[in-house]
C-alpha cells in the first residue's frame, strides 16, 4: 500500500491552513496489522514505511508505484524496530533479529525481504525510511548499544537528550540515506531547539513512545513563517529542506529522524537564533 505526496513550494505552504498542512506533511496510521504501509515522498524521494506482523510479511510493490521490479532494486533502506516485542527481517534468506530499538540498514540489491514476528502475542513494529542509491553498500544490523551516542541540551532549557546516530559516515556506509533516534531524558520536552534548516536534505520525523492524551506540537515552515502540526502517537512528518523542524510535548517522548539529499554531513545546518523566530 503506497502513498504518494509531492513536493511544496514555501510560498505556497504559508498559506496552508491546518487541514492543507496535515493532508501534505502529517503520515498517520502506520501500522496496520500484517499490511506495508508506505507513503512516497517527492521531497529528495524518501519513502516512510511502517511494518507490524503477528505472523510475516513480505515487502512487495508494483511496477507502476515504483518503476522497478523489486523495492530495493536502485534504493537503500533503515529500519528500527519500535515494538517491545523482537522481530526477524529476512534479507534474500539471511535472518536479522532485532529487539525493541534495534536497527538494520538494507543495501541497494536486496530482492526478497520478508518482516516476521518472534512472538504473535507480541509483535514487532518496524520503523522505515528509504531513499533512492547509486551503490550497494554491505547490510548491516545495528543495535541501540553500537549507536553512535551524542548528548546535547540542558534541564533547565527542557532538552536534554542523547541522540542514538544509527546510519552515519563512520558507524554505516550509505549512499545518502542517514537515520538515528532522539531519547529525551525525563522531565524534558523539547527537540531541535535552537532549530535549524539544512538545504542541501530534507527530513521525516516519527514520534512514538507517547502516552494516549500526549501531543507534540510540531513546528515547520521558513523561520519567518512558522506554522505548527499537532502530532499524536506514532505519526510521522515529512520536513522540506526548507524548513525548520522542532518540536515540543505535553510530555515526555521519543522520535527517529531520517534525512536524505545531497549532503550526509550531521552538521551541515543553518541554525536559527530563537530570537529571529517568527
Known sequence: MLERRYASHPLAVKNYNTEELREHF????????????LTYTHEDRLIVGGITTNSEVKLEVSKKDMGADFFF??????????GKGAGVVSIDGKEYELNCRDGLYIGLGAKEVIFKAKDAANPPKFYLNSSPAHKSYPTTLITLEKANKVHLGD????????????????????????????????????????????DRRMEAYFYFDMEEETRVFHFMGEPTQTRHLVIANEEAIISPSWSIHSGVGTSRYTFIWGMCGENMTFDDMDFVATKDLR
Request: proline share 5%.
Open 26 to 37: 502529517l503520515i498517520q496510521d502506520l501500522f496496520v496489522m500484517n499490511t506495508v504501509k
Open 73 to 82: 532494486e536502485r534504493r537503500e533502506g533503515g529500519i528500527i524496530n519500535i
Open 155 to 198: 534541564q533547565s532549557t527542557s532538552n536534554k537528550r542523547t541522540i542514538n546516530q544509527y546510519i552515519v559516515p563512520g558507524i554505516v556506509e550509505s549512499c545518502q540515506l542517514v537515520m538515528g533516534m532522539t531519547i529525551l531524558e525525563p522531565n524534558n520536552m523539547w527537540n531541535t531547539m535552537p532549530c535549524h534548516t539544512h
